[in-house]
């Protein structure tokens, strides 16, 4: 069974997308699944946040994605770096900014990110890809490798009406290059739920998506502590077992899980 690509996309910045990726991998893989994590934002949040310094790294995704383009072959394995808490990461540096500029003149420039992927999937359980805060070639590229999307998003006024131009820009994705592109969920982070404005923001976002889009039940608390990890390289789980914010993301592990368990008796009832 090949693995299961979800991106974490939103092109608002600020909405914790990268803390879900790196939390949320390492969740999959506490709970046994095997996790390759893609930094595919060129600012190598990701990166960072699990303990590498981007511009001191040989080899990143811009080296292969390059080398793909070019039709080179890359060694397997190459530029991977392996984290203490059991997940692989394909790291990114400020190089990769100017990968838009490589991708225009390029035949199937949408496809790029996925050829870099394909040898992979068969090896890992789930690829999460953390897509920088925009709608550009390196996101269209993500979004084109990908199976599910995760939108994480905060309660305020701006950021929500980001997800109206995410959906248009899936609705194209779907349409002209990778048909089976879904949308995971809906996911409302830094929440602070003594503030009513919150709330409210919260409930419409349920009340305008949730009959056609996966709402997570889960809510991931605002936290210092949250903001504390990638300053030390490591998951709340490891930094904070016990927090509000460690708990919310086992939650949010347990509701993907979820969501592999309808797709296999999905998959099993076609094969009947």
């Not at 709608?135 to 305020?156: K, W, Y």
């Not at 009959?211 to 608390?221: D, L, Q, R, S, Y």
Request: hydrophobic content about 40%.
């Amino acid at each position: 069974m090949d693995a299961h690509v979800i991106s974490l996309a939103n092109q608002k910045g600020g909405t914790a997308k990268t803390t879900t990726c790196a939390n949320l991998g390492i969740g999959l893989a506490q709970a046994g699944r095997k996790v390759l994590l893609v930094d595919a934002d060129a600012q190598g949040s990701l990166t960072l946040s699990l303990g590498w310094e981007p511009d001191e790294l040989p080899i990143t995704l811009y080296d292969l994605m390059i080398k793909a383009i070019q039709d080179r072959p890359v060694t397997h394995g190459e530029g991977m770096l392996h984290h203490e808490e059991g997940v692989d990461l394909l790291p990114a540096n400020i190089e990769l900014a100017g990968m838009e500029m490589s991708l225009v003149s390029v035949m199937y420039h949408e496809t790029i990110l996925k050829q870099v992927l394909e040898p992979y999937k068969h090896e890992y359980d789930y690829i999460l890809i953390d897509c920088a805060p925009s709608l550009g070639m390196m996101t269209i590229n993500a979004l084109a490798a990908t199976d599910g999307i995760v939108v994480p998003t905060i309660p305020q006024h701006l950021p929500t009406k980001g997800i109206e131009k995410l959906l248009e820009s899936v609705h194209q994705v779907r349409r002209g290059i990778n048909p089976s592109l879904k949308i995971e969920g809906i996911l409302m982070t830094l929440m602070d739920g003594r503030t009513v404005y919150e709330r409210e923001i919260s409930e419409m976002i349920r009340k305008a998506y949730g009959g056609k889009i996966n709402i997570f039940g889960t809510e991931i608390p605002r936290s210092v502590r949250a903001a504390e990890t990638s300053a030390e390289g490591k998951s709340i789980f490891a930094y904070a077992p016990r927090s509000k914010v460690a708990e919310a993301y086992r939650q949010l592990t347990k509701e993907v899980l979820a969501l592999e368990k309808q797709r296999e008796e999905h998959r099993a009832e076609i094969g009947r």
